[in-house]
């Protein structure tokens, strides 16, 4: 069975970083582009950062670009997928979903983009 586990998340402090992770099993998601989504207390849905099967193109909005990194490596049994987050801010605070989506030439933005979603690991951003 396909699926995608987040970990790191936690309590930081504003200004501060974070390195979140997900590990895909139980298919090749290597064929697969991925990304991160997150949900805030209250708030819908919100795109963070998308990857490439390859890992070679990824996407941000401008409110994450510079800010946030999303990489990948692709193992013959696992990918791993991080999200390197710094200069931490309280709108940060969210619950973060890792989701794997047909590899498309453009990446996605939205959630209808991706079909296999993590359970999601919770990130507090305080001061």
């Known amino acids: 069975q396909a699926q995608l586990v987040e970990s790191g998340g936690g309590l930081a402090q504003v200004g501060g970083s974070l390195r979140l992770s997900c590990v895909g099993s139980?298919?090749?998601?290597?064929?697969?582009?991925m990304a991160w989504f997150r949900q805030g207390p209250g708030k819908e849905r919100e795109f963070v950062a998308a990857?490439?099967?390859?890992?070679?193109?990824?996407?941000?909005p401008d409110s994450m670009r510079g800010r946030f990194t999303i990489s990948r490596d692709n193992d013959n049994d696992k990918v791993t997928v991080d999200l390197q987050m710094n200069d931490l801010k309280f709108a940060d605070t969210a619950v973060y979903y890792c989701a794997a989506g047909a590899a498309m030439m453009l990446l996605g933005d939205r959630p209808q983009n991706y079909y296999i979603w993590g359970q999601g690991t919770e990130v507090t951003v305080s001061s």
């Open positions: 139980g298919r090749s998601f290597s064929t697969l582009n």
């Open positions: 990857i490439s099967r390859d890992g070679f193109r990824d996407l941000y």
